[in-house]
């Protein structure tokens, strides 16, 4: 497969920040991943409120299952289909579903059927939604700009979280789950003219496929598999993300909740450790979006994980808020700072016509396999309190920079000018 390809005139020109291609991109992906923050907190909320505690988490969680079961499968049809039809479709049938089960509300009570449904319905369409989204800014622009272009992604998932959940409550706060469902509706609708606007390169015909769409769809998912095994940066580049979402997860989700209850600091105190680390994870995007390249990314990578390692094991042994959120900064930045460049490395090191499996797999192991640390690690906090199971958490982290470091050639990768 090759690297070289053909492009509209003009299109890759210019910096990310200055492209109004990739602008318009931007603003689409932002305004959906908004919508998909006020989504998740109407469902929960519609659940709770239609259910009892243990039913209204299996309807938050029933997208999980087909998420992971698909996911691999949704990297085929975003290589075979093209990243931007799979895109925009997934958006569309993602705002029809919201609306629907808005409009559900607004003239019948809630009920756990119809949420579960929507909850699988997103779950279904997110396997195949993700793999294209990680596929489409290589067809946007230079290999030179996807760093960039991915610290920029990166800011907006940041900006989608920390606005999200206020707009979700307002909407119902003012109308209940059924408003809040409409303005998650809304702003998905708002991506799709964005994303119709959107121009991208097309592939050559000798390799518009990359193995995907000459055969059955078995064969060319397990091409995709042999691909990324055999590549000298990828395969450890998947590894340490692997390692380094399994060992993130458990502490800084369910383990902080722990973590605070234990130590007194109440919601409050979580919530300026959790501030702390969005600050510091938001800080490395934006690092990387206005330099678009940092010099020795593979080293970078590793150097940053060891250092985030020992953040994330200190965290359960700091004597105050104060402490914590210091330290929950120091996490955020370096912890930030290693997944936007492992992000980058894996956009600039995969072939295009591939890009769509490999940010599947990637996707599997950080959205099907990583949340299964949490029960592990509130079991664990549980038979042995907080500060062993952050230290093992950091000891898998730390490993994950011990892949970095001794795969020679990830080592040395190295971003495009």
């Known amino acids: 497969m090759t690297s070289t390809l053909a492009s509209p005139a003009g299109l890759r020109d210019r910096p990310a920040h200055r492209d109004g291609n990739v602008l318009r ?19 929960s909320w519609a659940a709770v409120r239609a259910g009892s505690p243990a039913q209204a988490g299996l309807v938050t969680a029933a997208s999980a299952l087909p998420r992971a079961l698909l996911m691999l499968g949704g990297g085929v049809v975003a290589d075979r289909l093209g990243p931007r039809g799979v895109v925009i479709a997934g958006d569309t049938v993602r705002c029809v579903a919201v609306l629907g089960v808005s409009g559900l509300l607004f ?12 909850a699988v319905v997103f779950g279904t369409v997110d396997a195949v ?17 996807l760093a960039r272009v991915q610290g920029m992604r990166s800011l907006a998932i940041r900006f989608a979280s920390v606005v999200g959940a206020p707009l979700g409550g307002l909407g119902v706060a003012l109308g209940g789950a059924a408003t809040a469902f409409g303005l998650a509706g809304l702003l998905i609708a708002l991506s799709v003219p964005l994303l119709v606007s959107v121009r991208i390169s097309e592939l050559p015909p000798d390799d518009a496929t990359g ?5 059955t769809a078995w064969r060319d998912l397990v091409a995709g598999l042999r691909y990324i095994r055999r590549h000298r940066v990828l395969a450890p580049l998947v590894l340490t993300i692997a390692l380094g979402d399994l060992g993130f997860v458990g502490p800084l989700n369910l383990g902080l909740t722990l973590l605070a209850d234990e130590r007194g600091w109440g919601a409050a105190g979580m919530g300026w450790v959790l501030a702390g680390f969005g600050t510091g994870a938001g800080a490395a995007s934006l690092l990387l979006a206005v330099c678009g390249r940092l010099p020795h990314a593979g080293l970078m990578i590793a150097y940053t994980i060891f250092a985030g390692s020992v ?7 700091v004597p105050g808020v104060a402490a914590a959120a210091g330290v929950a900064v120091l996490i955020g930045l370096l912890t930030g700072l ?10 600039t090191q995969a072939d295009r016509a591939c890009l769509g ?46 892949v970095a470091l001794g795969a020679r050639d990830l080592r040395r990768a190295e971003l495009p000018r």
């Not at 939604?129 to 700009?145: E, H």
């Not at 042995?384 to 093992?392: A, H, N, R, Y």
């Open 338 to 347: 290693s997944g936007v460049m492992c992000g980058a490395l894996l956009q």
């Open 25 to 43: 991109w931007l603003a689409a992906y932002t305004s959906s991943m908004v919508g998909d923050n006020v989504y998740y907190l109407a469902l």
């Open 211 to 215: 193995g995907a769409g000459t055969t």
């Open 107 to 118: 003239v019948a009570g809630p009920g756990l059927w119809p949420l579960a449904l929507l």
């Open 129 to 145: 939604f993700m793999p294209a989204v990680g596929a489409l800014p290589a067809r946007m622009t230079s290999r030179g700009q």
């Open 311 to 317: 953040a994330i094991g200190a965290l359960a042994y």
């Open 357 to 402: 499996r490999v940010t599947a797999v990637s996707s599997l192991v950080s959205l099907g396999f990583a949340p299964l640390s949490m029960p592990l690690s509130a079991a664990a906090i549980g038979a042995w309190g907080t500060g062993p199971v952050f230290v093992v958490s950091a000891a898998v982290c730390g490993l994950s920079g011990v």
